[in-house]
């Protein structure tokens, strides 16, 4: 009687849903208390599991270097359910979590890295372009600064030039007409002297 009570108990048990069977190991998760950046660690990939353990259904795979949250964690199966950025939970085996960015973590840390650094690069060499068109400009504003100066120089000194050329025409012309005015005199004294003795006037 006991044998087949027995066999009737293994019967019942193998005839359970899993998730029932292994009900009991959820019910003392461990979670925890601050809340810390965890990655999947560097191996091909782990499987998603609806349970703590490996009899439970595979529901999803969680590649290496996936940035994970833990959710809580099952000391007695070491699993812990955690949470994917994509929303989708499950259980993995702990032994698959560390709380060190993986390599592939890294990798894209730096390929983001590179990325800003690549646009700050770009950044400062339009920012050069720009200062150096503004340099060339200056230095264009300042030949044509240069070279109205010049001119204006050169505009001054002909115009001192004409300026002294028009005094010394003054002045000639004013001797001319003072010698002019002095050779008159000159013929009318000398014509009214010839005159006054063609008249017999002494």
């Known amino acids: 009687m006991r044998r087949i009570l027995t066999l009737w108990a293994l019967f019942f048990t193998s005839v359970l849903p899993v998730d029932r ?17 965890y990655y999947v660690s ?3 990939g782990v499987v998603l599991r609806s349970g703590p353990t490996n009899r439970y259904r595979v529901i ?17 199966n070491d699993s812990s359910e955690v949470r994917v950025a994509n929303g989708d939970t499950g259980w993995i085996q702990s032994d698959y979590i560390t709380d060190e960015p993986t390599v592939r973590a890294k990798y894209q840390q730096l390929l983001e890295e590179n990325s800003q ?4 690069v770009e950044e400062l060499a339009q920012d050069i372009a720009d200062k150096d068109n503004i340099i ?23 115009a ?17 007409v003072l010698l002019f005015g002095m050779f008159l005199s000159w013929v009318l004294s000398r014509f009214s002297r010839k005159k006054r003795q063609s008249s017999g006037w002494r």
Not at 21 to 37: G, I, L, R
């Open 21 to 37: 069977v292994y009900a009991a190991d959820e019910t003392t998760p461990s979670s925890p208390d601050t809340p810390v950046n």
């Open 60 to 76: 999803g795979k969680i590649s290496a270097g996936t940035p994970i949250t833990i959710l809580q964690s099952d000391t007695a």
């Open 160 to 176: 001192a030039l004409q300026k002294d050329r028009f005094h010394k025409d003054v002045f000639y012309a004013g001797a001319l």
């Open 42 to 44: 560097d191996d091909i």
């Open 136 to 158: 060339q400009l200056n230095n264009n504003l300042q030949q044509q600064v240069s070279e109205l100066e010049n001119e204006r120089n050169i505009l001054s000194q002909q």
């Open 117 to 120: 650094l690549k646009q700050q």
